[in-house]
């Protein structure tokens, strides 16, 4: 199976950005784990970042034909973005949800995802490891439909 991860805004600065709330690991060190992860299931795992809702648009409809499912932390999207969540009700692999931190203990304006209604399901709150726990998901996901 193939997956790709997408991150969306300001995931690029992982490592940097407000290190209490996303954690002192760098953006190249969790891919780097991710795709390791993946592999242990014998999955390809593709990374991709874009800090534009157009680009993470096109990606996702890219993704429908060479994916078999997708992971993906819209960052501050997930709160407002219509159209990335018309993007992911318009193809047909899974997309599971993943946050860093926990949104529902956070900001009033981080309690809503207006992506959650589509995806197969969020993880939020683990840290780097919410993406592995992503991966696993679909694992499981996948599993569980071939019998
Ligand atoms: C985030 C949570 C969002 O609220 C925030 O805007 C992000 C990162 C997370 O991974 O915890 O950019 O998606």
């Known amino acids: 199976k193939k997956i790709l991860v997408i991150h969306g805004p300001n ?9 209490g709330v996303y954690g002192t690991d760098t953006f190249e060190s969790i891919n780097n784990e991710i795709i390791e992860h993946a592999m242990k299931y014998e999955f390809h795992c593709d990374v991709y970042q874009s800090n534009h809702e157009g680009e993470i648009i096109d990606k996702l409809h890219l993704a429908r034909k060479n994916y078999d499912g997708v992971i993906l932390n819209a960052g501050a999207y997930t709160h407002y973005s219509y159209a990335i969540r018309d993007a992911i009700a318009a193809i047909k692999i899974p997309v599971v949800e993943v946050h860093l931190s926990n949104i529902h203990s956070r900001d ?13 399901g969020q ?24 019998g």
């Open 11 to 19: 995931l690029n600065l992982l490592g940097e950005r407000e290190p």
């Open 123 to 146: 993880i939020s709150g683990f840290g780097k490891y919410s993406y592995y726990m992503a991966v696993d998901a679909l694992y499981y996901k996948w599993k569980n439909e071939s």
């Open 108 to 120: 009033e304006f981080r309690h809503t995802s207006v992506i959650a209604p589509v995806c197969v």
